[in-house]
């Protein structure tokens, strides 16, 4: 069993085949690649090269039901649950919104820097709204690349650990703004009915102009209902961004949904100075949009609200042990804007034909694009060249399926041979460090990317 060589990889889908899959809407989208236009700006892709496949035909329950009680990492997920991106293309999400770094730079008051950068927080998680395909998992050695002049930074990462997976990236301002950083390493846990990935690591923040550092962790995300019901997402936990020029921290607080979802996805928190004083109130839902506002104001309006409605929830069930479907509840209604609060950042709508590409964004769908001239140019080891995901991404699963476990099986076979003569993995653009400001392990780049010196690299597919 070459599973308990390698247990943490998620295994080609040998069971299922594709064939029989029904594709949406098999009419190829008008492939719109990058192309300057007349001010020089690239205009990237807009759309992926094929409508993703229904998941209805394949039944979820008949390939899950055996895995209960199983650890994740020995599950083997059919690739129809992935989306065609690497988790280190994933992570690249957070910079969707880089204007709100932009902006928090161009702030002269810091109350309302620490604004921006809490709703940049927020804002970089809104990506996985909706988004229950699972990314591919990055081989070792795996590299991505984004330049954006128009949002005006760069980013490299590199997969720098398999186990347990890290993936490390690093993003600086192109005008020496800000660098922006961080390691993640995604904790999958199987609860039955849900998957809850905790994504463990560091993520920093430097606001060179300002000589400030902001740090925070990520909130956890919880896929609901992966064999029974309808997929949904659902993010919880605290998040504290930390000013370490002073100790001021802006704490936001992830709520879980509840059992009448009343609090579904909302978010709410507040920004103190280091006497624990209070300064904002920050509130709204990572779906949707955040606001700021004074905390006396917010205070009052909260418990005019509360003489509204006396009645308390009644028994919350433990969700986990009935046998039911955790449905998403229906809550339609919107953020309820305090008189006097200032907009910090609202979420873009996601194009027309998002539903049948895997719910992207805008800025997702352009991720996996090889635009013109970047082959001769971008790094043997980035995900783009990935024949798995192209495959996948091209709408041709089987081919995705098969070249998936061709590259895990010489993942399998580079490690046999390292460990024969006893050679040890090492990273190329990323050193295992300590972060200055956390005091936590983390993983510091070397620098050097993009001097495109890439001599020596691994021949990882
Ligand atoms: C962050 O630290 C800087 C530098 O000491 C300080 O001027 C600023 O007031 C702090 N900002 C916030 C929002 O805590
Ligand atoms: C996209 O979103 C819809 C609506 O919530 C959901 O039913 C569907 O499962 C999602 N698709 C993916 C691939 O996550
Ligand atoms: C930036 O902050 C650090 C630590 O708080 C301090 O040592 C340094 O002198 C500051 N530099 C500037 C230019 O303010």
Same mark, same amino acid.
């Given at each position: 069993?070459?599973?308990?060589?390698?247990?943490?990889?998620? $295994?080609?889908?040998? $069971?299922?085949?594709?064939?029989?899959?029904?594709? %949406?809407? *098999?009419?190829?989208? =008008?492939?719109?690649?990058?192309?300057?236009?007349?001010?020089?700006?690239?205009?990237?892709?807009?759309?992926?090269?094929?409508?993703?496949?229904?998941?209805?035909?394949?039944?979820?329950?008949?390939?899950?039901?055996?895995?209960?009680?199983? $650890?994740?990492?020995?599950?083997?997920?059919?690739?129809? %649950?992935?989306?065609?991106?690497?988790?280190?293309?994933?992570?690249?999400?957070?910079?969707?919104?880089?204007?709100?770094?932009?902006?928090?730079?161009?702030?002269?008051? *810091?109350? /309302?820097? &620490?604004?921006?950068?809490?709703?940049?927080?927020?804002?970089?998680?809104?990506?996985?709204?909706?988004?229950?395909?699972?990314?591919?998992?990055?081989?070792?050695?795996?590299?991505?690349?984004?330049?954006?002049?128009?949002?005006?930074?760069?980013?490299?990462?590199?997969?720098?650990?398999?186990?347990?997976?890290? *993936?490390?990236?690093?993003?600086?301002?192109?005008?020496?703004?800000?660098?922006?950083?961080?390691?993640?390493?995604?904790?999958?846990?199987?609860?039955?009915?849900?998957?809850?990935?905790?994504? =463990?690591?560091?993520?920093?923040?430097?606001?060179?102009?300002?000589?400030?550092?902001?740090?925070?962790?990520?909130?956890?995300?919880?896929?609901?209902?992966?064999?029974?019901?309808?997929?949904?997402?659902?993010? +919880?936990?605290?998040?504290?961004?930390?000013?370490?020029?002073?100790?001021?921290?802006?704490?936001?607080?992830?709520?879980?949904?509840?059992?009448?979802?009343?609090?579904?996805?909302?978010?709410?928190?507040?920004?103190?100075?280091?006497?624990?004083?209070?300064?904002?109130?920050?509130?709204?839902?990572?779906?949707?949009?955040?606001?700021?506002?004074?905390?006396?104001?917010?205070?009052?309006?909260?418990?005019?609200?509360?003489?509204?409605?006396?009645?308390?929830?009644?028994?919350?069930?433990?969700?986990?042990?009935?046998?039911?479907?955790?449905?998403?509840?229906?809550?339609?209604?919107?953020?309820?804007?305090?008189?006097?609060?200032?907009?910090?950042?609202?979420?873009?709508?996601?194009?027309?034909?998002?539903?049948? &590409?895997?719910?992207?964004?805008?800025?997702?769908?352009?991720?996996?694009?090889?635009?013109?001239?970047?082959?001769?140019?971008?790094?043997?080891?980035?995900?783009?060249?990935?024949?798995?995901?192209?495959? &996948?991404?091209?709408?041709?699963?089987? /081919?995705?399926?098969?070249?998936?476990?061709?590259? $895990?099986?010489?993942?399998?076979?580079?490690?046999?041979?390292?460990?024969?003569?006893?050679?040890?993995?090492?990273?190329?653009? %990323?050193?295992?460090?300590?972060?200055?400001?956390?005091?936590?392990?983390?993983?510091?780049?070397?620098?050097? +990317? %993009?001097?495109?010196?890439?001599?020596?690299?691994?021949?990882?597919?």
């Amino acid at each position: 069993n070459k599973n308990s060589l390698d247990s943490d990889e998620d $295994e080609g889908a040998s $069971e299922a085949s594709f064939k029989d899959a029904q594709v %949406f809407d *098999s009419s190829r989208q =008008k492939n719109n690649g990058s192309v300057p236009q007349e001010n020089g700006i690239k205009k990237h892709r807009t759309s992926l090269p094929a409508p993703m496949f229904s998941r209805n035909t394949i039944s979820v329950f008949s390939i899950l039901k055996k895995c209960i009680g199983q $650890e994740l990492s020995k599950i083997t997920m059919p690739i129809v %649950f992935n989306e065609p991106l690497s988790f280190l293309q994933r992570i690249t999400e957070y910079m969707e919104h880089t204007y709100l770094i932009n902006r928090a730079c161009s702030l002269s008051d *810091s109350t /309302e820097r &620490m604004q921006a950068v809490a709703a940049f927080a927020v804002s970089a998680v809104a990506s996985q709204w909706e988004r229950t395909g699972k990314p591919f998992n990055p081989l070792l050695g795996e590299t991505y690349e984004l330049i954006r002049e128009e949002q005006g930074f760069r980013l490299v990462s590199e997969q720098v650990s398999h186990h347990p997976p890290v *993936s490390a990236f690093h993003a600086e301002s192109l005008v020496g703004d800000f660098v922006f950083h961080g390691s993640i390493y995604p904790k999958l846990k199987f609860w039955g009915k849900s998957v809850e990935a905790e994504p =463990k690591g560091t993520i920093t923040l430097e606001l060179l102009k300002h000589n400030e550092t902001y740090t925070w962790t990520n909130p956890t995300c919880c896929v609901h209902n992966i064999i029974l019901g309808k997929l949904w997402i659902e993010q +919880y936990g605290t998040v504290e961004i930390l000013n370490h020029s002073t100790g001021d921290k802006c704490v936001l607080n992830f709520k879980p949904c509840g059992m009448f979802g009343k609090e579904l996805h909302t978010v709410e928190g507040y920004i103190q100075d280091k006497s624990k004083k209070k300064l904002c109130v920050i509130y709204g839902k990572w779906t949707e949009c955040m606001w700021s506002v004074d905390p006396q104001v917010y205070e009052s309006q909260k418990k005019s609200e509360k003489k509204g409605d006396g009645k308390k929830n009644k028994n919350e069930v433990d969700r986990a042990v009935n046998d039911d479907a955790d449905d998403m509840p229906d809550v339609q209604e919107t953020v309820s804007v305090v008189p006097g609060s200032t907009l910090l950042w609202r979420i873009d709508p996601r194009p027309a034909h998002s539903s049948t &590409m895997y719910n992207f964004t805008n800025f997702a769908m352009s991720l996996n694009e090889l635009e013109p001239g970047m082959e001769g140019i971008l790094a043997p080891t980035d995900c783009r060249f990935r024949p798995d995901i192209k495959a &996948m991404e091209n709408g041709n699963m089987d /081919e995705a399926s098969q070249e998936k476990e061709r590259l $895990e099986e010489k993942q399998r076979a580079a490690r046999k041979e390292r460990a024969k003569s006893n050679q040890e993995w090492s990273t190329r653009w %990323f050193q295992s460090g300590t972060n200055p400001y956390t005091g936590s392990q983390d993983w510091i780049y070397s620098g050097g +990317y %993009f001097n495109r010196n890439y001599r020596n690299l691994p021949d990882i597919y």
